[in-house]
């Protein structure tokens, strides 16, 4: 079964595994080497086990959990989390229990393929939530996250960017990308910032003044 490790509580990043797209077992495990708590949303618990992925919490109302859980806690001790509330997507529940545990970052995997609605859901939780804790989405192809007002991180030359909007934002500038914005606005659905990339080896910058704005970095 594999292990994870404890290395600096409150530091480290938790992992989600939510329903979507399964990803490939290097960036799982990755991942999951580093991360001092692994949360499950039910529906993705028995691929979880199949991995031999020590699980620590599973959250859901477990109507499609076909394992008994007699069966799966003579193996592993897990806390099972019931959350029936149909208002809410397991996804979200699953982060508001984990800032109410006081964690404040995560990794979330197998959150996007698969359905539509699910994938479009869980990347407005990550915005929703944002105040709260900070989260990337990843897979074999992206990473998306949320950006504060100012923003700044080195990249390689040819990295390619997106810069996509939740709600409108209102003054942004950049730097450090093919094609900069200088004091432009991006309006949903009608403008974003996708498939740029980076200018040079350096920094990119981001300021903006108003709205909820993401930053998807693409590797292939």
Request: aromatic share 8%; proline share 3%.
């Amino acid at each position: 079964m594999s292990s994870h490790h404890i290395i600096r509580e409150n530091q480290e990043a938790t992992l989600i595994l939510a329903n979507g797209q399964s990803c490939s077992d290097e960036l799982l495990f990755s991942l999951l080497e580093w991360s001092p708590m692994v949360l499950v949303l039910d529906g993705a618990l028995e691929r979880a086990l199949m991995k031999g992925i020590k699980v620590d919490a599973v959250l859901g109302d477990f109507d499609s959990v076909n394992i008994r859980r007699e069966e799966i806690e003579e193996s592993q001790p897990i806390e099972w989390i019931h959350t029936p509330d149909q208002d809410k997507t397991d996804l979200e529940k699953g982060m508001e229990w984990l800032i109410n545990k006081g964690h404040d970052k995560a990794n979330i995997l197998w959150a996007t393929g698969k359905r539509l609605d699910h994938t479009w859901n869980n990347l407005l939780s990550i915005a929703k939530y944002f105040d709260s804790m900070k989260v990337n989405i990843i897979d074999d192809h992206s990473r998306c996250f949320v950006l504060p007002k100012r923003f700044e991180k080195y990249y390689p030359k040819g990295s390619k960017i997106s810069l996509m909007p939740v709600t409108d934002i209102e003054n942004i500038t950049t730097s450090g990308l093919k094609y900069n914005l200088n004091k432009s606005n991006l309006t949903v659905p009608n403008r974003t910032s996708s498939s740029n990339e980076v200018a040079d080896n350096g920094l990119v910058s981001v300021e903006f003044e108003t709205g909820i704005l993401t930053l998807i970095e693409s590797f292939d």
